[in-house]
């Protein structure tokens, strides 16, 4: 018998991917968002430790107005899921995401060159109940390659499946279109 607290856990986990992945592509050109996936209060934070705890009313408010401020630019950025998946020994959901601007706009690569991608993962922490309580903006993307060491957040490549691990598992999904 299956306990009704993991159960529940494990549809929010998945409701969250699912959403992430559909709406996440569409962030800057549909105000319909579904923020049902967010815990009452989001920790938005980076790699250079800047944090800030918001309400989930006023982290609703600030990403639908990248909508409004795209609908109201010249500048039409896009978002594309390179890969997403939720690992359970982190309990976060990791996309790793391409965002395009116009040439007319440059972003500071991880390198120090200037251009107008800005490549990363997007990590979203998940609470008991299965829904997301953070949110990390991470530059840093693990080298890929023959000679390059595995990282301890590697990239599962199963599309769609639940891979079992020693401690738990992950949900894995490849790339997407």
């Avoid at 989001?42 to 918001?54: A, E, K, Y």
């Avoid at 991608?117 to 530059?139: A, C, K, M, P």
Wanted: glycine share 6%.
């Amino acid at each position: 018998e299956e306990d009704p607290d993991r159960r529940k856990f494990i549809l929010n986990v998945g409701k969250a991917v699912d959403t992430i992945k559909l709406q996440l592509p569409n962030i800057f050109h549909d105000s319909s968002l579904d923020f049902s996936i967010f815990a009452c209060a989001i920790c938005v934070s980076d790699t250079s430790r800047n944090r800030i705890v918001l309400q989930k009313s006023v982290y609703s408010a600030a990403v639908k107005s990248l909508c409004l401020a795209a609908s109201l630019s010249s500048i039409r950025p896009s978002i594309r899921i390179r890969k997403i998946e939720y690992l359970e020994d982190y309990r976060e959901i990791q996309c790793l995401v391409s965002v395009v601007l116009p040439d007319s706009v440059q972003v500071y690569g991880s390198d120090g060159t200037r251009s107008a991608l800005w490549e990363g993962y997007f990590r979203f922490g998940v609470n008991n109940e299965g829904l997301i309580q953070s949110h990390t903006f991470d530059r840093r993307i693990p080298p890929t390659g023959k000679n390059s060491v595995q990282s301890s957040r590697s990239w599962l490549y199963s599309y769609g499946s639940w891979i079992p691990g020693p401690s738990g598992g992950a949900f894995a999904m490849t790339e997407l279109p």
